[in-house]
T-cell receptor
Framework: AQTVTQSQPEMSVQEAETVTLSCTYD???????LFWYKQPPSRQMILVIR??????QNATENRFSVNFQKAAKSFSLKISDSQLGDTAMYFC??????????????FGPGTRLSVLP | NAGVMQNPRHLVRRRGQEARLRCSPM?????VYWYRQLPEEGLKFMVY????????ESGMPKERFSAEFPKEGPSILRIQQVVRGDSAAYFC???????????????FGPGTRLLVL
């Protein structure tokens, strides 16, 4: 079974600064996908960024980028130029690859990020 | 294209009553996933359904919980004889027909917050 760990229950960052959220996972799979989801106070789950395990290049989406270390099973999220609207719970998630059926997410426990003015 | 719809958004039940949660996937999506989020925790997978079929129910409690996704109409998560521990946010996600080799992004609904008194 896969597990996802987020070792930082809470973090804070000053507006306009950079923050990195940690995520590690455990799996025996070789082919899989990793995601970061954001859950603001509205509780809506919003996809931030995704990474295919077979790709060595780290994914980037505007101010959001990841540091994917496959051997270390680490998948951290870096938020640059933090904005007040980035305040939310952030969940790291793992999904196995499947050739036939869809697969469910395995989520970490989350990191609560507060961006301070 | 409307997103994933869930209703009701909030549901209050007394212990022993039944709760029915509905999920209408995005148009063209035939895969539905249900997740449960207990207070201050990450989302936990419950069940994965395709039209008229349960594909994976490994995350469902063995008793009182059931799910269906009929040929016509929304997917239903049913909780019989609710207890206080069932109080949680229940999220539905949908994805299009699974494509081999691709980690399908799941689109989340806004969730149903169940409160058991």
């Amino acid at each position: 079974a896969q597990t996802v760990t987020q070792s930082q229950p809470e973090m804070s960052v000053q507006e306009a600064e950079t923050v990195t959220l940690s995520c590690t996972y455990d799996t025996s799979e070789n082919n899989y996908y990793l995601f970061w989801y954001k859950q603001p106070p509205s509780r809506q789950m919003i996809l931030v960024i995704r990474q295919e395990a077979y790709k060595q290049q780290n994914a980037t989406e505007n101010r959001f980028s990841v540091n994917f270390q496959k051997a270390a099973k680490s998948f951290s999220l870096k938020i640059s130029d933090s904005q007040l609207g980035d305040t939310a719970m952030y969940f790291c998630a793992f999904m196995k690859h499947s050739d036939n059926y869809g697969q469910n997410f395995v989520f970490g426990p989350g990191t609560r990020l507060s961006v301070l003015p | 294209n409307a997103g994933v719809m869930q209703n009701p958004r909030h549901l209050v039940r007394r212990r022993g009553q039944e709760a029915r949660l509905r999920c209408s996937p995005m148009k063209g999506h035939s895969h539905v996933y249900w997740y449960r989020q207990l207070p201050e925790e990450g989302l936990k997978f419950m069940v994965y359904l395709q039209k008229e079929n349960i594909i994976d129910e490994s995350g469902m409690p063995k008793e009182r919980f059931s799910a269906e996704f009929p040929k016509e109409g929304p997917s239903i998560l049913r909780i019989q004889q609710v207890v206080r521990g069932d109080s949680a946010a229940y999220f539905c996600a949908s994805s299009p027909q699974a494509v081999a080799g691709v980690g399908e992004t799941q689109y989340f609904g806004p969730g149903t917050r169940l409160l058991v008194l």
